[in-house]
């Protein structure tokens, strides 16, 4: 059973900087591991449903992100290390929320199929 533990997050003013890991460990019963999975990073606010925010490929050479992260965010993945990164710059009050990996294209299934592995790592943008 894969297992991810985020981590990273904190309080920062609007306009600060974090970086989130999600260290992987294990492996499906499918056969899939941190290697050979596509890998994304999923948000949830306060009172609001699970979002993705960003994506990226097995290789890390294709990436995607939701507009409202785009130019700010970086995704990234060391293989070598089976973690997952995101750097997190200008950061807005609307980015406060859970950050979660999650294994898998979050942008090609519905929130509902998201399967959370890890407990999450909480960032507050507040001034």
């Known amino acids: 059973e894969v297992q991810l533990v985020e981590s990273g997050g904190g309080l920062v003013q609007p306009g600060g900087s974090l970086r989130l890991s999600c260290a992987a460990s294990g492996f499906m019963s499918d056969g899939f591991t941190f290697n050979n999975s596509w890998m994304s990073w999923v948000r949830q606010a306060p009172g609001k449903g699970l979002e993705w925010v960003s994506i990226i490929n097995t290789d890390g050479g294709t990436t995607y992100y939701q507009d409202s992260v785009q130019g700010r965010f970086t995704i990234s993945r060391d293989n070598a290390k089976s973690t997952l990164y995101l750097q997190l710059n200008s950061l807005e009050i609307e980015d406060t929320a859970m950050y979660y990996c999650?294994?898998?294209?979050?942008?090609?299934?519905?929130?509902?199929?998201?399967?959370?592995r890890g407990q999450g790592t909480q960032v507050t943008v507040s001034s």
């Open positions: 999650l294994m898998g294209r979050a942008d090609v299934m519905p929130a509902t199929a998201y399967i959370l």
